[in-house]
């Protein structure tokens, strides 16, 4: 391993094992003022939540939409519904409401489950070995729709309707969530 840098005269740096989210939120607020100097940063979150008769979780998936791509940051489905079609048609509404809101693309990572994202039309574009130890994690990607707008457009949020789910921000809570069924 090469020696590590000194730390240029003037300044001092930390390290916190444990960052706080007011940390990681500021950081990240100043990349996107950053990148915003040549391609703006929107993005809009949104969540579908599965639910059985008595109103207990037994899916869900959430995603995140910003410059024209969906990704898909988790998706799980309860172990009794597994192979029954729970996480096809959650997939599927994620991709048709990003495509409503003007995204061209999805992407998403996994280490378990490549073999079901590319049953459903999703491609490898890269991978990580070891990520965990003994797995590769996967990165796979999706076109959604044929449309040849510039690269740098932004997904909307569609209004809410039937069909539609309501428009979601960082702070969305239980308590702002409509059901939708």
């Not at 940051?73 to 079609?85: K, T």
Request: hydrophobic share 40%; net charge positive.
């Amino acid at each position: 391993m090469n020696p590590l840098p000194n730390v240029p005269n003037g300044l001092r740096l930390t390290m916190d094992t444990d960052p706080p989210a007011d940390f990681r939120a500021g950081l990240g607020q100043l990349i996107n003022q950053f990148h915003a100097r040549t391609v703006p940063f929107h993005a809009s979150r949104f969540a579908l939540r599965l639910e059985d008769q008595d109103g207990r979780l037994v899916g869900g998936l959430s995603g995140v939409m910003s410059w024209g791509w969906l990704f898909v940051d988790a998706v799980w489905v309860h172990p009794d519904l597994r192979g029954q079609g729970a996480g096809r048609m959650l997939m599927a509404h994620a991709e048709h409401h990003a495509a409503a809101a003007g995204c061209h693309s999805a992407w998403l990572d996994t280490f378990q489950a490549r073999g079901f994202y590319e049953a459903i039309g999703y491609s490898v574009f890269g991978t990580l070995e070891d990520y965990p130890a003994g797995q590769t994690r996967n990165f796979l990607r999706k076109r959604l729709s044929d449309d040849a707008t510039p690269a740098i457009r932004q997904c909307r949020v569609p209004e809410p309707g039937p069909g539609r789910f309501p428009p979601a921000n960082d702070g969305w809570s239980a308590a702002r969530t409509r059901r939708w069924r």
